[in-house]
Nanobody, 120 residues
Framework: QVQLVESGGGLVQAGGSLRLSCAAS????????VGWFRQAPGKEREFVGR????????DYADSVKGRFTISRDNAKDTGYLTMNGLKPEDTAVYYC?????????????WGKGTQVTVSS
């Protein structure tokens, strides 16, 4: 089993920045790709972006491309989502998840999420 804990969420003004962390414990973090997702009130969960197990490949949703950056530090078993130029529409609960296959829709493990609120 792998446990994931997100942190770093909070309240920020539009145009501001936050960095979310996803700390993993349990099995080998470096074996998994990391995905980030978000869910706004009344909306379905949506894909934000992902990073391959070694960190050499990333993909982003069009809505965050150029503003968000995903990274990871396998030595610390932690993934990161750096968010710049935040907009009110970025308000959501953000989740990290792990998958053994980069690009797969199925994710093996999920965190409980961290709230991000962007005020206008």
């Amino acid at each position: 089993q792998v446990q994931l804990v997100e942190s770093g969420g909070g309240l920020v003004q539009a145009g501001g920045s936050l960095r979310l962390s996803c700390a993993a414990s349990g099995r080998t973090f470096s074996s998994y790709a990391v995905g980030w997702f978000r869910q706004a009130p009344g909306k379905e969960r949506e894909f934000v972006g992902r990073i391959s197990s070694g960190g050499g490949r990333t993909d982003y949703a069009d809505s965050v491309k150029g503003r968000f950056t995903i990274s990871r530090d396998n030595a610390k078993d932690t993934g990161y989502l750096t968010m710049n130029g935040l907009k009110p529409e970025d308000t959501a609960v953000y989740y990290c998840a792990l998958t053994s296959i980069y690009g797969a829709k199925f994710y093996n493990y999920w965190g409980k999420g961290t709230q991000v609120t962007v005020s206008s």
